[in-house]
């Protein structure tokens, strides 16, 4: 057996689903399928016999759920967990809670027999794998909830005057890989009159909008999921939605976003890099860029254009990053001011934006 490659359990109670990711996998030189579970029993089972390095796991299935199972894996033997999910509504809300339990990645399944589909899945599943192999796993935290976050504005519009000035300041951050924690941590932090935020976590569609839904909920700035010109607002985070870009728009006073088709950028869409370079090239100097845990190089280049036009740029350390990838890069081509720990981050975004 060849220790250098990847270790590769699949749970699903599809053996058709199960034969298509293990047929995926088996194509990337550096993963091995060491075995097939059709449920958690027999998974368990697998796991006593030898220990993979990742499991890609379905939430979804007959006798144990894959939540039930995701739990007991991380409290008995943590072993990072990629969630296979289908791309069904009812799926966001229990995939976004295996990301809170531990779950390393969400990726969506292999619409069957799609021919197309399997190509393009195929390197977003091998990278997860990737990703959650090299990925340092955390216990879990705490949840917690802030009371309904109304103010008048919810039934006024904002006073036009403050925007004529184009001083207002804004805040980009992308993210990938344990990015979804880090950004509860991060956005839970702020107060409530933090400058606009615009991100990119890479992720599927219809899970960004359940998970700008969960922080909403945990958070004293509101947090959605981006529309086309939607005002880059104080108190206010936009989040891409899966499977387009994120792009900083100016108009005047106003700093608005654009959300938009188009290809992979650096692997991915949403892509880090393209919200980034569109803030060096509209609000320059008037921008901070962040970029947090995550796998690859998404987002380095977009920075280094912003702190070569005037920006303040962060990266997340490495010893808090589940994935030091996309800080790794960044700092590598010398577009970061500061490097910190994500709980110095918030105050860090604070004191730049004062």
């Not at 449920?39 to 390095?53: G, L, R």
């Not at 399944?109 to 192999?133: H, I, M, Y």
């Not at 804004?170 to 890989?177: H, L």
Request: glycine content about 8%; aromatic content about 4%; proline content about 6%.
């Amino acid at each position: 057996m060849d220790h250098s490659k990847i270790r590769v359990l699949i749970v699903d109670d599809s053996a058709v689903v199960r034969q298509t990711l293990a047929y995926v996998l088996a194509q990337d030189p550096e993963i091995e399928v060491i075995g097939t579970a059709g449920d958690p029993y027999a998974a368990a089972e697998k796991i006593a016999e030898q220990v993979p390095d990742v499991i890609t796991l379905d939430i979804e299935m007959p006798r144990m759920d894959g939540l039930t199972f995701l739990r007991k894996v991380m409290t008995q033997h943590p072993i990072p967990v990629v969630i296979c999910s289908s791309l069904a509504e009812e799926g966001t809300q229990s995939g976004l809670e295996a990301l809170e339990n531990g779950a390393v990645e969400i990726v969506t399944k292999p619409r069957l027999g799609v021919r197309q589909f399997l190509e393009d899945s195929s390197t977003t599943l091998c990278d997860a794998v990737k990703a959650a192999a090299g990925a340092r796993l955390r216990r879990p935290g705490p949840r917690r909830m802030v009371e309904p976050k109304l103010t008048a504005d919810a039934v006024l519009a904002p006073a036009a005057g403050a925007m004529a000035k184009t001083t207002e300041k804004v805040v980009m951050i992308g993210a990938s890989t344990g990015g979804t924690e880090a950004l509860k941590t991060l956005l839970e932090a702020l107060p409530a009159d933090t400058p606009g935020i615009a991100i990119v976590q890479h992720m599927p569609e219809l899970f960004t909008r359940a998970f700008a839904a969960r922080l909403d909920g945990s958070c004293a700035i509101t947090v959605k999921e981006a529309e086309s010109g939607d005002t880059v607002l104080r108190g206010r985070a936009l989040i891409a939605p899966g499977n387009h870009h994120l792009l900083l728009q100016r108009s005047g006073a106003r700093y608005y976003v654009e959300v938009r088709e188009g290809p992979l950028v650096c692997r991915h869409r949403p892509s880090v890099d393209v919200l980034f370079r569109s803030a060096a090239r509209y609000a320059g100097p008037n921008a901070v860029g962040v970029i947090l845990t995550g796998m690859g190089d998404d987002g380095a280049r977009g920075m280094l254009e912003m702190k070569q036009a005037g920006a303040k740029t962060i990266a997340q350390d490495e010893a808090t990053c589940v994935v030091f990838g996309m800080p790794k890069e960044a700092i590598k081509l010398n577009g970061v001011d500061k490097v910190m720990p994500l709980d110095s981050i918030a105050g860090a975004i604070l004191s730049a934006t004062r």
